[in-house]
């Protein structure tokens, strides 16, 4: 039973892993407690389906603390930035968030990342990122080495200052609205606000990866114990529960959004990735926009798809995507979809066969299983 | 079955052995520990009936939401049997392991590979100690 020994080996404190200001809350409510990209954190508390499961139909808690939070100001940021990021953003108004690739000169992906333009009080304005844990060394610098050394632009991690909590599922905002004082439904989906609340400012975005509604909150560490039990608090009778690493991975994979180091690498072209809306090539240059125009006109030679298995065996990363006895793709994620019932997975197929409907095979550790191309995202919402 | 009379290997698969005539069949399970662990087993892939097997190969796989998990024979011998009500409901593993979710019978060829493994008692110490 592989799955144990692996546990048994990450439960054990790694004094070398970094912890979020909510790692003690996490340790004394039963989570199972796992490296993740240099942290230590909670992979499920009760159990992965049942806090996927509270998502869809109440809310759930995340701690994503361990994501990068860098802010970037300086008169000259917003085409500093633009220079840089495959998404415009010159002319975001203020409280506007974006979501964005953030490429090599070849064009493979170095991170994908949320832009949030932000008023500052000097009315010039700043710009946040939020990006993923395992790449936060990596971007900031590269940053730096783009000019966010102070030369063009000043480069703040907030990281450690702050904490992140997304707060996800159809009671999400009206939790968050009754903890608040003040509604945040007014808020747009894709924008951000700085508010006031319970514990003074925060920062309030209508966001998530989960495929829920909801919002990301961005908080002092020293508050974040106090936000996340106070929310939950409110929350509990209603269903809300606190959710793992675990349940995010399975919401956000029938949510059809890609996760780094699985959709997303270097090697692999963004033009590949089926988020042509977040790459933004008309009258622009930004690094790797020459690659990536190249790669859109010559048409590029994969594409990502979803994929919806017959069997109960679920397809893992790695598996191989086979038609007519030719490997002609690979599983780059995989699971068993707590919501639909059958394995989903995600992976990239050569583009002359990424046709909604197609049938193929994928091989299973030696066994052939069928699967179908299908549309993502896997789940919709009600409503939306 | 009773759990106390089984036997258990350190990767919490268990056995209980019964004689028939002159040769042991050992049924074999995965403890009541791991599958809590496990969180939810969605699919089981068996052993095939007539396969040899081997003590701590894998002979099968437990797959849960998270994660796919090796199954690994703690005995020697031949497949003579496989719980095929786990293909249609898996779950029966995560509900009943010492009962309705038994994995596979095996024939013993020696009893070599008994001598390692845990009682119940130092099966659990063992769970204890990585808890």
Not at chain 2, 62 to 70: I, L, T
């Amino acid at each position: 039973m592989a799955a144990w020994e692996e546990t048994r080996v990450s439960s054990a404190s790694d004094e070398s892993l970094k912890t979020t200001p909510l790692h003690a809350w996490h340790a004394s409510h039963g989570a199972r407690l796992v490296p993740f990209a240099g942290w230590e954190m909670p992979v499920q508390y009760a159990g992965l389906v049942e806090e996927h499961l509270a998502c869809r139909t109440a809310a759930a808690l995340f701690d994503v603390s361990h994501m990068g939070r860098l802010d970037f100001v300086g008169g000259d940021v917003e085409t500093w930035l633009d220079g840089l990021v495959t998404r415009r953003v010159v002319g975001m108004a203020d409280g506007a968030v974006r979501y964005s690739l953030v490429c090599d000169e070849s064009g493979g992906v170095l991170d994908d990342v949320l832009i949030y333009r932000l008023p500052t009080e000097d009315g010039r304005g700043q710009f946040s990122l939020v990006v993923n844990a395992s790449n936060r060394d990596k971007l900031v610098a590269w940053f730096q080495r783009h000019g966010a050394d102070g030369s063009r632009v000043g480069l703040l991690d907030r990281t450690w200052e702050t904490a992140m909590i997304a707060v996800q599922g159809p009671l999400a905002l009206q939790v968050v609205s009754e903890w608040l004082g003040w509604d945040p439904s007014s808020l747009r989906y894709y924008t951000a606000v700085r508010g006031d609340s319970p514990v003074g400012s925060l920062l309030v975005g209508r966001t998530g990866y989960t495929g829920e509604d909801g919002v990301e909150l961005v908080v002092n560490r020293a508050s974040a114990e106090r936000v996340w039990t106070e929310l939950l608090a409110l929350g509990e009778s209603r269903g809300v529960k606190a959710a793992g690493l675990g349940a995010r991975d399975t919401l956000r994979l029938e949510a059809g959004m890609p996760l780094y180091g699985h959709e997303l690498n270097e090697q692999q072209s963004a033009a590949d990735a089926g988020l042509d809306f977040a790459i933004q090539l008309k009258d622009r240059e930004f690094v790797g926009s020459t690659a990536l125009r190249a790669a859109r006109s010559a048409g590029s030679g994969q594409r990502r798809v979803g994929l919806s298995l017959a069997g109960k065996r679920p397809a893992r990363e790695g598996c191989s995507i086979v038609v007519e006895d030719r490997v002609v793709g690979i599983v780059t994620s995989g699971s068993p979809s707590p919501t639909l019932g059958h394995p989903i997975a995600m992976g990239y197929i050569e583009s002359s066969l990424a046709t909604i409907g197609l049938e193929v095979e994928v091989d299973i550790r030696g066994s052939r299983h069928g699967a179908q191309i299908v549309e993502l995202p896997f789940y919709r919402r009600p409503g939306k | 079955m009773d759990p106390q009379q089984m036997l258990f290997a350190e990767t919490h698969e268990w056995v209980a052995i019964e004689e028939q005539g002159d040769s042991k069949v050992a049924t074999i399970g995965v403890s009541q520990f791991a599958v809590e662990q496990l969180d939810g087993v969605v699919y089981v892939e068996l052993p095939r009936v007539g396969e040899q097997v081997a003590a701590g190969a894998s002979f099968g796989e437990v797959e849960s939401v998270k994660a796919v998990s090796n199954l690994y024979c703690p005995v020697d011998g031949e497949v003579v049997e496989v719980n095929e009500s786990l293909k249609d409901s898996p779950a029966l593993m995560s509900d009943d392991p010492y009962g309705q979710g038994w994995v596979a019978k095996v024939k013993l060829s020696s009893d070599a590979a008994l001598g390692k493994l845990l009682d119940k008692a130092a099966y659990d110490k063992q769970c204890g100690e990585s808890q």
